[in-house]
Protein backbone atom coordinates (compact mmCIF):
# COMPACT_ATOMS: atom_id res chain seq x y z
CA UNK A 1 0.00 0.00 0.00
CA UNK A 2 1.36 3.53 -0.42
CA UNK A 3 -0.04 6.42 1.35
CA UNK A 4 0.68 10.24 -0.24
CA UNK A 5 -0.30 13.41 1.21
CA UNK A 6 -1.59 15.95 -1.28
CA UNK A 7 0.22 18.42 -1.68
CA UNK A 8 -1.44 21.22 -2.11
CA UNK A 9 -3.38 20.61 1.23
CA UNK A 10 -2.70 22.46 4.47
CA UNK A 11 -2.66 26.10 5.90
CA UNK A 12 -3.66 28.62 3.29
CA UNK A 13 -1.67 31.84 3.55
CA UNK A 14 -4.35 33.71 5.51
CA UNK A 15 -4.22 30.98 8.52
CA UNK A 16 -0.42 30.63 8.64
CA UNK A 17 -0.12 34.38 9.62
CA UNK A 18 -2.78 34.44 11.95
CA UNK A 19 -1.41 31.27 13.25
CA UNK A 20 2.59 32.53 13.49
CA UNK A 21 0.84 36.49 14.81
CA UNK A 22 -0.64 33.92 17.91
CA UNK A 23 2.51 32.41 18.71
CA UNK A 24 4.87 35.51 18.08
CA UNK A 25 2.31 36.73 21.14
CA UNK A 26 2.33 34.11 23.47
CA UNK A 27 6.49 34.00 23.30
CA UNK A 28 6.07 37.95 24.29
CA UNK A 29 3.62 38.18 26.98
CA UNK A 30 5.13 39.98 30.15
CA UNK A 31 4.77 38.57 32.92
CA UNK A 32 1.28 37.26 34.27
CA UNK A 33 0.08 38.80 30.96
CA UNK A 34 -2.52 36.11 29.22
CA UNK A 35 -3.47 36.38 25.30
CA UNK A 36 -7.30 35.02 24.53
CA UNK A 37 -8.41 34.34 21.46
CA UNK A 38 -12.14 36.11 20.50
CA UNK A 39 -13.53 32.39 19.17
CA UNK A 40 -12.14 29.61 18.22
CA UNK A 41 -8.85 30.79 16.23
CA UNK A 42 -9.34 27.96 13.80
CA UNK A 43 -12.00 25.43 12.67
CA UNK A 44 -9.46 22.55 13.65
CA UNK A 45 -9.71 21.13 17.41
CA UNK A 46 -6.11 19.64 17.41
CA UNK A 47 -4.63 22.38 16.28
CA UNK A 48 -6.49 24.17 19.00
CA UNK A 49 -5.44 21.86 21.45
CA UNK A 50 -1.60 22.67 20.24
CA UNK A 51 -2.24 26.35 21.16
CA UNK A 52 -3.75 25.41 23.84
CA UNK A 53 -0.46 23.94 25.41
CA UNK A 54 1.03 27.21 24.39
CA UNK A 55 -1.38 29.25 26.16
CA UNK A 56 -3.88 30.30 24.26
CA UNK A 57 -7.47 30.45 25.88
CA UNK A 58 -10.71 31.11 23.60
CA UNK A 59 -13.50 33.37 24.73
CA UNK A 60 -16.89 34.69 23.86
CA UNK A 61 -17.89 38.33 22.90
CA UNK A 62 -19.80 37.63 26.09
CA UNK A 63 -16.79 37.51 28.16
CA UNK A 64 -15.07 40.49 26.53
CA UNK A 65 -16.19 42.43 29.87
CA UNK A 66 -14.55 40.26 32.55
CA UNK A 67 -11.07 40.73 30.50
CA UNK A 68 -8.16 41.60 32.78
CA UNK A 69 -4.75 42.33 32.17
CA UNK A 70 -4.48 40.38 28.72
CA UNK A 71 -4.46 40.82 25.19
CA UNK A 72 -7.22 39.50 23.02
CA UNK A 73 -6.93 38.07 19.26
CA UNK A 74 -8.92 38.84 16.49
CA UNK A 75 -8.71 35.58 14.13
CA UNK A 76 -8.87 35.23 10.81
CA UNK A 77 -12.33 35.62 10.28
CA UNK A 78 -12.75 39.04 11.10
CA UNK A 79 -14.82 41.16 13.89
CA UNK A 80 -17.65 43.71 13.05
CA UNK A 81 -17.05 47.34 14.11
CA UNK A 82 -19.19 46.96 16.89
CA UNK A 83 -16.11 45.02 18.73
CA UNK A 84 -13.23 47.53 17.92
CA UNK A 85 -15.59 49.95 19.83
CA UNK A 86 -16.71 47.64 22.83
CA UNK A 87 -12.89 46.86 23.48
CA UNK A 88 -11.95 50.27 23.09
CA UNK A 89 -14.50 51.30 25.67
CA UNK A 90 -13.36 48.69 28.04
CA UNK A 91 -9.26 49.50 27.64
CA UNK A 92 -8.50 46.11 26.14
CA UNK A 93 -5.44 45.76 23.70
CA UNK A 94 -6.51 43.84 20.19
CA UNK A 95 -4.17 41.71 18.30
CA UNK A 96 -6.06 41.73 14.70
CA UNK A 97 -4.58 38.93 12.46
CA UNK A 98 -7.74 39.31 10.29
CA UNK A 99 -7.00 37.85 7.03
CA UNK A 100 -6.34 40.03 4.64
CA UNK A 101 -8.59 39.05 1.72
CA UNK A 102 -11.34 39.08 4.86
CA UNK A 103 -10.20 42.27 5.65
CA UNK A 104 -10.40 43.80 1.99
CA UNK A 105 -14.26 42.23 1.39
CA UNK A 106 -14.95 43.96 4.62
CA UNK A 107 -13.97 47.37 3.41
CA UNK A 108 -15.43 46.78 0.19
CA UNK A 109 -18.57 45.67 1.23
CA UNK A 110 -18.52 49.20 3.87
CA UNK A 111 -18.09 51.08 0.50
CA UNK A 112 -21.17 49.76 -1.22
CA UNK A 113 -23.44 50.62 1.95
CA UNK A 114 -21.91 54.04 2.65
CA UNK A 115 -22.98 54.41 -1.38
CA UNK A 116 -27.28 53.04 -0.73
CA UNK A 117 -26.41 50.09 -2.00
CA UNK A 118 -28.31 46.89 -0.77
CA UNK A 119 -25.75 44.86 0.15
CA UNK A 120 -26.35 40.85 -0.31
CA UNK A 121 -23.66 37.81 0.95
CA UNK A 122 -23.40 34.72 -0.65
CA UNK A 123 -23.10 32.97 3.18
CA UNK A 124 -23.62 31.13 6.47
CA UNK A 125 -25.49 33.75 8.65
CA UNK A 126 -24.15 32.55 11.87
CA UNK A 127 -20.51 32.13 10.25
CA UNK A 128 -17.65 33.99 12.16
CA UNK A 129 -16.85 35.96 9.07
CA UNK A 130 -20.39 36.82 7.83
CA UNK A 131 -20.93 38.51 11.50
CA UNK A 132 -17.88 40.53 10.75
CA UNK A 133 -19.29 41.43 7.21
CA UNK A 134 -22.71 42.48 8.13
CA UNK A 135 -21.43 44.52 10.65
CA UNK A 136 -19.87 47.01 7.96
CA UNK A 137 -23.71 47.41 7.59
CA UNK A 138 -24.82 47.78 10.57
CA UNK A 139 -26.55 44.65 10.20
CA UNK A 140 -28.92 45.25 7.25
CA UNK A 141 -26.75 43.04 5.06
CA UNK A 142 -29.01 40.62 3.48
CA UNK A 143 -27.60 36.84 4.10
CA UNK A 144 -28.48 34.74 1.76
CA UNK A 145 -27.58 31.05 1.44
CA UNK A 146 -29.40 29.22 -1.51
CA UNK A 147 -31.20 30.10 -4.54
CA UNK A 148 -34.77 29.56 -2.37
CA UNK A 149 -33.72 32.33 -0.01
CA UNK A 150 -33.65 34.75 -3.19
CA UNK A 151 -37.08 36.13 -2.55
CA UNK A 152 -35.81 37.89 0.85
CA UNK A 153 -33.94 39.96 -1.58
CA UNK A 154 -35.22 44.14 -3.06
CA UNK A 155 -35.44 44.04 -6.44
CA UNK A 156 -36.08 47.19 -7.05
CA UNK A 157 -32.77 48.73 -4.92
CA UNK A 158 -29.23 48.89 -6.55
CA UNK A 159 -27.55 45.76 -5.59
CA UNK A 160 -24.02 44.54 -4.47
CA UNK A 161 -23.18 40.81 -4.43
CA UNK A 162 -20.97 39.48 -2.33
CA UNK A 163 -19.94 36.16 -0.57
CA UNK A 164 -18.14 34.68 2.29
CA UNK A 165 -14.86 33.63 1.69
CA UNK A 166 -15.35 30.26 1.60
CA UNK A 167 -18.47 29.27 -0.38
CA UNK A 168 -18.76 27.59 -3.15
CA UNK A 169 -18.17 29.17 -6.47
CA UNK A 170 -21.15 27.14 -8.48
CA UNK A 171 -23.78 28.24 -6.02
CA UNK A 172 -22.75 31.48 -6.52
CA UNK A 173 -22.79 31.92 -10.18
CA UNK A 174 -26.07 30.81 -10.13
CA UNK A 175 -27.01 33.04 -7.45
CA UNK A 176 -25.92 35.96 -9.24
CA UNK A 177 -27.46 34.83 -12.77
CA UNK A 178 -30.95 34.83 -10.69
CA UNK A 179 -30.12 38.15 -9.63
CA UNK A 180 -29.24 39.36 -13.20
CA UNK A 181 -32.51 38.37 -14.52
CA UNK A 182 -34.34 39.93 -11.77
CA UNK A 183 -32.19 43.32 -10.25
CA UNK A 184 -31.52 45.96 -13.12
CA UNK A 185 -28.43 47.86 -11.36
CA UNK A 186 -26.69 45.01 -9.75
CA UNK A 187 -23.03 44.76 -9.20
CA UNK A 188 -21.52 41.62 -8.80
CA UNK A 189 -18.02 41.85 -6.81
CA UNK A 190 -17.04 38.11 -6.13
CA UNK A 191 -17.97 37.52 -10.47
CA UNK A 192 -16.96 34.78 -12.82
CA UNK A 193 -17.44 34.60 -16.97
CA UNK A 194 -19.24 31.88 -18.63
CA UNK A 195 -16.62 29.34 -17.72
CA UNK A 196 -17.15 29.90 -14.01
CA UNK A 197 -13.72 31.10 -13.69
CA UNK A 198 -13.01 33.55 -11.37
CA UNK A 199 -10.97 37.33 -11.70
CA UNK A 200 -9.32 39.34 -9.77
CA UNK A 201 -12.22 41.22 -7.63
CA UNK A 202 -13.70 38.00 -6.34
CA UNK A 203 -14.85 37.97 -2.85
CA UNK A 204 -14.01 33.88 -2.27
CA UNK A 205 -11.04 33.17 -1.64
CA UNK A 206 -8.33 31.95 -4.13
CA UNK A 207 -6.76 29.53 -1.99
CA UNK A 208 -10.14 27.71 -1.63
CA UNK A 209 -10.81 27.11 -4.88
CA UNK A 210 -7.22 27.32 -6.81
CA UNK A 211 -6.86 24.14 -5.51
CA UNK A 212 -10.05 22.10 -6.59
CA UNK A 213 -8.30 20.91 -9.92
CA UNK A 214 -5.31 19.68 -8.30
CA UNK A 215 -7.64 18.13 -5.59
CA UNK A 216 -9.79 16.10 -8.49
CA UNK A 217 -6.73 15.13 -10.26
CA UNK A 218 -5.02 14.10 -6.93
CA UNK A 219 -8.31 12.16 -5.82
CA UNK A 220 -8.90 10.30 -8.75
CA UNK A 221 -5.13 8.93 -8.80
CA UNK A 222 -6.21 7.24 -5.27
CA UNK A 223 -7.79 4.12 -4.52
CA UNK A 224 -9.29 5.97 -1.94
CA UNK A 225 -9.23 9.09 -0.30
CA UNK A 226 -9.01 9.94 3.32
CA UNK A 227 -9.80 13.86 3.97
CA UNK A 228 -8.98 15.47 7.31
CA UNK A 229 -10.40 18.76 8.42
CA UNK A 230 -12.56 19.69 11.75
CA UNK A 231 -16.58 19.22 11.75
CA UNK A 232 -17.09 22.87 11.40
CA UNK A 233 -14.49 24.17 8.95
CA UNK A 234 -16.65 25.91 6.19
CA UNK A 235 -13.81 25.06 3.01
CA UNK A 236 -13.26 21.98 4.78
CA UNK A 237 -17.14 21.01 3.76
CA UNK A 238 -16.49 22.73 0.26
CA UNK A 239 -12.90 20.72 -0.40
CA UNK A 240 -14.63 17.36 0.85
CA UNK A 241 -17.59 17.56 -1.52
CA UNK A 242 -14.98 18.99 -4.44
CA UNK A 243 -12.39 15.71 -3.58
CA UNK A 244 -15.91 13.19 -2.96
CA UNK A 245 -17.36 14.09 -5.78
CA UNK A 246 -13.96 12.96 -7.97
CA UNK A 247 -13.71 10.18 -5.80
CA UNK A 248 -16.53 8.93 -4.12
CA UNK A 249 -14.51 6.56 -2.15
CA UNK A 250 -13.53 9.61 0.11
CA UNK A 251 -13.96 9.64 3.89
CA UNK A 252 -14.08 12.60 6.48
CA UNK A 253 -12.29 12.37 9.72
CA UNK A 254 -11.27 14.94 12.10
CA UNK A 255 -7.82 12.61 13.38
CA UNK A 256 -6.42 9.76 13.35
CA UNK A 257 -8.65 7.78 15.84
CA UNK A 258 -11.40 7.57 13.30
CA UNK A 259 -10.01 5.46 10.60
CA UNK A 260 -12.25 2.38 9.89
CA UNK A 261 -11.09 -1.09 9.17
CA UNK A 262 -13.11 -1.68 6.12
CA UNK A 263 -12.03 1.05 3.88
CA UNK A 264 -8.21 0.01 3.56
CA UNK A 265 -9.13 -3.64 2.28
CA UNK A 266 -7.78 -4.56 -1.63
CA UNK A 267 -6.74 -0.86 -0.96
CA UNK A 268 -3.33 -0.18 -3.06
CA UNK A 269 -2.78 3.51 -3.05
CA UNK A 270 -4.64 6.00 -0.08
CA UNK A 271 -4.35 9.69 -0.75
CA UNK A 272 -5.04 11.86 2.39
CA UNK A 273 -5.99 15.28 1.89
CA UNK A 274 -7.31 18.46 4.07
CA UNK A 275 -8.75 21.50 4.79
CA UNK A 276 -7.33 24.88 4.33
CA UNK A 277 -7.63 24.88 8.25
CA UNK A 278 -5.68 21.65 8.37
CA UNK A 279 -2.30 21.13 9.96
CA UNK A 280 0.78 19.80 7.94
CA UNK A 281 1.43 17.48 10.83
CA UNK A 282 -1.75 16.02 11.18
CA UNK A 283 -1.91 14.89 8.17
CA UNK A 284 1.53 13.37 8.74
CA UNK A 285 0.18 11.52 11.85
CA UNK A 286 -2.95 10.35 10.07
CA UNK A 287 -0.17 8.80 7.31
CA UNK A 288 1.79 7.30 10.32
CA UNK A 289 -0.99 5.85 11.54
CA UNK A 290 -2.44 4.30 8.49
CA UNK A 291 1.57 3.04 7.51
CA UNK A 292 1.84 1.49 10.49
CA UNK A 293 -1.85 -0.57 11.27
CA UNK A 294 -2.84 -1.36 7.04
CA UNK A 295 0.32 -1.59 4.72
CA UNK A 296 2.12 -4.63 5.08
CA UNK A 297 6.34 -3.88 3.77
CA UNK A 298 7.88 -6.33 1.95
CA UNK A 299 12.27 -6.69 2.37
CA UNK A 300 13.75 -8.66 -0.62
Known amino acids: MIVTIDKSAGFCWGVVRTIDIAEDELSSLSQGMELYSLGEIIHNPMEIHRLEGKGLKTISRGELETIRNAKVLIRAHGEPPSTFQRAKELGIELVDAT????????ERIRKFYDQGFQVVIYGKIDHAEVVGLVGQTNGEAIVIKSLEEIPKIN??????????????KETFYNIK????????DLVVEGFMDEAIEFHAKDTICGQVFGRDK?????ARQNDIMIFVAGRISSNGKVLYNICKDANPRTYFIENETELVDEWFEGVTNVGISGATSTPHWLMERVKAAIEQKYCVFQTA
Open 177 to 184: IALQERIK
Open 155 to 168: FDKRTVLFSQTTMD
Open 214 to 218: KLQEY
Open 99 to 106: CPVVRKVQ
